[in-house]
């Protein structure tokens, strides 16, 4: 079974910036797969940062960005600040099935 | 404001059923797809279903085809997921969360807890 694979935790220092990955166990992720970032606080809903691996909705902080890298979508935080600290988690569409969605097992990111 | 509101959520039995309901407001509700994700407690995130504005587009994640059913009332702004043959494992938060314009999801709602237990 295709599986989408985050890393399990990261830690970045205040101010500080890191990236965390989104791959595919089948393959390559690519822009067919319309990769999306959610960032979830605990007790809260997900929130949708980036969609289409790069796009930003207007809530997005600007700290937020989103690309294809080597073969995996990337979320890269640049200047962290404490209120990053959240689990992330990465969509990819098309995963299997036609219009079928899989969602990565998420990053918990410690701001530290 | 766009808003999802769920409701529905509650305490069943292993081989119970369940009706969830999604209400949306603040946007053309019929021009977007809704969606149905989980999350069980403490675990990641799970997609369950999707339907298209018009409802003619519809897909549901392996693990629940042939139990779950995604419906919506256009006139009545709401989405459903009716829930048959309910395990233990179906114990999650279900979020609903709507399409954009050429996005899968841009909104969430603030979820609905389902139990399911012997």
């Known amino acids: 079974q295709a599986v989408v694979t985050q890393e399990p935790s990261l830690t970045v220092s205040p101010g500080g910036t890191v990236t965390l990955t989104c791959g595919s166990s089948t393959g390559a992720v690519t822009s067919g797969h319309y990769p999306y970032w959610f960032q979830q606080k605990p007790g809260q809903a997900p929130r949708t940062l980036i969609y289409?691996?790069?796009d930003k909705h207007p809530w997005t902080p600007d700290r937020f960005s989103g690309s294809l890298l080597g073969g995996k979508a990337a979320l890269i935080l640049s200047g962290a600040q404490p209120e990053d600290e959240a689990e992330y988690f990465c969509?990819?569409?098309?995963?299997?099935?036609?219009?079928?969605?899989?969602f990565g097992g998420g990053t918990k990111l410690t701001v530290l | 404001e766009v808003q999802l509101v769920e409701s529905g959520g509650g305490l069943v039995q292993t081989g119970g059923s369940l009706r969830l309901s999604c209400a949306g407001s603040?946007?053309?509700?019929?021009?977007?797809?809704i969606n149905w994700v989980r999350q069980a407690p403490g675990k990641g995130l799970e997609w369950v279903s999707s339907m298209s504005g018009s409802g003619d587009n519809i897909n549901y994640a392996e693990s629940v085809k042939g139990r779950f059913t995604i419906s919506r009332d256009n006139p009545k702004n709401t989405v459903f997921l009716q829930m048959i043959g309910l395990r233990a494992e179906d114990t999650a938060v279900y979020y609903c969360?709507?399409?954009?314009?050429?996005?899968?999801?841009?909104?969430w709602g603030q979820g609905a807890l389902v139990i399911v237990s012997s």
């Open positions: 969360a709507k399409g954009g314009w050429g996005t899968v999801i841009d909104y």
């Open positions: 969509l990819l569409y098309n995963y299997g099935p036609v219009g079928a969605l899989a």
């Open positions: 603040g946007f053309t509700f019929s021009s977007y797809a």
């Open positions: 289409d691996a790069t």
